[in-house]
Nanobody, 130 residues
Framework: QVQLVESGGGLVQPGGSLKLSCAAS????????MGWFRQATGREREFVAA?????????????SYADSAKGRFTISRDNAKNTVYLQMNSLKPEDTAVYYC??????????????????WGQGTQVTVAL
């Protein structure tokens, strides 16, 4: 079992930045693909970004992003701290949602498919408004 706890959400003005964190515990973190998803009120959960495990080197990590996140969001991980991050810049009102961290060890790719993730956090609210 892997437990995931998100933090870092809050209220931010349009154009602002937030950095979300997801702390993992319970099992070794390094072998898991980690993803961020979000769900706005009345909408289905959607993919934001994902990152693979590097194996033996940082250069081996692969990332993927939703089109809406490309150029504005950056996913990263610190295996020593068992934490994955989502740096969000140039935030827009349409980024308002509950953001969820997810983990899987059943795929080696930075998957955008929510059903491929086995473990989920409880979510953290991000609100972008004046």
């Amino acid at each position: 079992q892997v437990q995931l706890v998100e933090s870092g959400g809050g209220l931010v003005q349009p154009g602002g930045s937030l950095k979300l964190s997801c702390a993992a515990s319970g099992r070794t973190f390094r072998g898991y693909v980690m993803g961020w998803f979000r769900q706005a009120t009345g909408r289905e959960r959607e993919f934001v970004a994902a990152i693979t495990w590097s194996g033996l080197s940082w250069s081996g990590m692969k990332t993927s992003y939703a089109d809406s996140a490309k150029g504005r969001f950056t996913i990263s991980r610190d295996n020593a701290k068992n934490t994955v991050y989502l740096q969000m810049n140039s935030l827009k009102p349409e980024d308002t949602a509950v953001y969820y961290c997810a983990a899987t060890d059943t795929t080696g790719v930075a998957s955008s498919k929510s059903h491929e993730y086995d473990y989920w956090g409880q979510g953290t609210q991000v609100t972008v408004a004046l």
